[in-house]
């Protein structure tokens, strides 16, 4: 088969200004070379910053943010595109090379309909008609399987749900019939249930229109269902290049192995020992000019040391109870029982010791500290409001807990933009434990990090959890986290917990017709993991 698209020592960069230096060219790719032939996918893998997105980008011939293409070649069709006119290059993207970003949200206009908008590149490089445009994306609605695919068009976006709107924006990216689409992190932002299905629908459209596709995430389970071939990168170069078969079982680099190992952490429950830090009891809430509630009569236990892990889609109402448990959202009925007394159901009636004991880890680090602020005057700021701690003290106290975080003292005068993902949610960590709580929430705290970057945090958390005796109650949706770090598991769907108890318990079949989903939708390391649950799916529906 001929190549379709081809790299050659690819060098891209930007510009950086620091303080009070002179301008610095700092080199973001470096050398990479890759090969796609027709109708194939590649896979492109590795950790925040690796250069993923900035190589995916360069098949189009663009930089994003400032980044400039300073090397290299890149060939579509046996054609240099980097050497294209402007005109040549409007014409490339959005008709021979089309994108799928990371979030359909906020890629769709709100305000036209899903029909108008998928069939606009098509119609703008003039591919087809819009009566055959039109056609092609009902077409495309079917085999993505969105729902009644005639009339699908004529919504808006507000009117579908966020898995029918990332297979909204591929059919936007397969209507002009393209030689190569590159998917941007097409699923990350989803639940996992929702994840299987977009991921299946992808694939399925991948093989009908025959189109050859760069799949770029930082997840090597969802990569290995998708990819004829993998590129494993880091820090801008190529870290493992081969078929997706020796990536997976046959990796030759340590970091590579450390990414096909990072979801086989197995944390082993502790039995609960003494009475429960928490108890919520027949919890109902709702919120204001919303009709129907939220949580229906919900009723868990934290106990001392311990981590229940409340595990659920999106809407489900995970992140709602936390609200309730924090005393940010009054429950209609019901009560919470902290360390054995009766907590006020809304914050303003809680004493500052009933706040002290109760912290929250949340999920976007970055918009959880102030930028302007210092490391130490974050993690000082609950130790002066609770302890009183000023001065030397203070900053004795918060150097202990950077160590304990695994940072060090050498970051007490760094602001959070001079700090990484990871490091940035250990300072809420360390915010956090600075409180000396009995009870951390912590609200999808590594969703939005990389599977490394994830373990590493999760691992953190259990060491705290062993010498503070702190309990978690840990909100996510993610499995492989759930195994990695509870002792309890809530699984909630539509405000209700279907499924309660031990781990191990939960874990166990006979399953709930949800918790089946859930569990069986959960990426496995496996080739052809997909097409067996899609068969076994397929199969369940026609014997109903």
């Known amino acids: 088969m001929s190549e379709l698209l081809t790299i050659r020592d690819l060098k891209i960069g930007a510009t950086a200004y620091p303080p009070g230096e002179p301008p610095q060219w700092l080199e973001i790719v470096k050398g990479v070379s890759v090969t796609l032939e027709k109708g194939k996918v590649l896979g492109l893998i590795g950790e925040s910053g690796a250069g993923k997105s900035t190589i995916g980008l360069a098949a189009l011939a663009y930089g994003r ?45 709100p305000a036209r309909k899903l029909m108008d908008q998928v069939i606009e590149a098509t119609l703008e490089h003039g591919r087809m008609s819009k009566s055959e445009a039109e056609a092609r994306a009902v077409n495309l609605f079917r085999v993505l399987g969105l729902p009644d695919p005639e009339t699908f068009g004529s919504r808006y976006p507000h009117q579908v749900s966020g898995g029918q709107l990332q297979r909204a924006m591929t059919a936007m990216a397969l209507c002009p019939a393209p030689d190569l689409v590159v998917f941007d992190e097409p699923t990350t932002a989803l639940d996992v249930t929702t994840q299987i299905e977009v991921l299946a629908a992808i694939k399925t459209a991948i093989r009908e229109t025959g189109v050859a596709a760069i799949y770029i995430t930082h997840d090597l389970a969802v990569v290995a269902q998708v990819s004829d071939h993998i590129m494993v990168l880091r820090h801008g170069e190529t870290v493992e290049y081969g078929e997706t078969d020796q990536i997976i079982n046959s990796p030759r680099e340590e970091y590579t192995r450390a990414l096909v190992s ?70 209609s009925d019901g009560q919470i029982t902290f360390d054995g007394r009766t907590l006020s159901p809304a914050m303003p009636g809680r004493t500052r010791d009933d706040l002290r004991q109760v912290q929250m880890i949340y999920q976007m680090a970055d918009t959880a500290m102030n930028p302007r602020q210092t490391v130490g005057t974050i993690i000082g700021r609950p130790l002066e409001f609770y302890f009183g701690l000023k001065g030397a003290a203070k900053r004795k106290r918060v150097a202990e807990l950077l160590e304990k975080i695994e940072l060090g003292d050498g970051f007490l005068d760094r602001y959070p933009a001079e700090l990484s993902g990871g490091q940035k949610q250990r300072v809420c960590i360390a915010r956090a434990l600075a409180a000396d709580p009995q009870l951390i929430l912590c609200d999808e705290v590594t969703s939005a990090l990389d599977p490394l970057v994830a373990d590493g945090i999760l691992k953190l ?49 006979p399953f709930d017709a949800y918790t089946d989903l859930l569990l069986s939708s959960v990426p496995e390391m496996e080739l052809g993991w997909l097409e067996d649950v899609i068969e076994h799916r397929r199969m369940e529906s026609a014997g109903n």
Do not use: C, W
């Not at 400032?66 to 040549?88: H, W």
């Not at 986290?481 to 031990?502: C, F, H, L, N, W």
């Open 65 to 109: 943010g400032g980044v400039e293409i300073s090397g290299g070649e890149v060939l579509v069709n046996d054609r240099d595109i980097l050497q294209s006119r402007q005109k040549d290059l409007r014409s490339l993207r959005g008709g021979e090379v089309t994108y799928v970003a990371q979030s359909a949200a906020a890629a769709f206009n």
């Open 262 to 331: 990072v979801r086989k952490i197995q944390h082993v429950e502790k039995a609960p020992k003494g009475e429960p830090v928490l108890k919520v009891e027949n919890i109902t809430a709702r919120y204001r000019g919303v009709p129907r509630d939220v949580l229906k009569d919900i009723n868990v236990e934290v106990y001392p040391g311990q981590t229940l892990a409340v595990v659920g889609e999106s809407g489900s109402g995970k992140s709602t109870l936390a609200r309730v448990i924090t005393g940010l959202l009054t429950p």
């Open 461 to 509: 958390l259990l060491e705290l959890q062993a010498e503070e005796n702190v309990a978690y109650l840990f909100i996510t949706h993610d499995l492989a986290t759930v195994k990695a770090i509870a002792d309890s598991i809530a699984v909630m769907y539509q405000g209700e917990v279907v499924r309660y108890g031990p781990k191990t318990q939960v874990l166990s079949p």
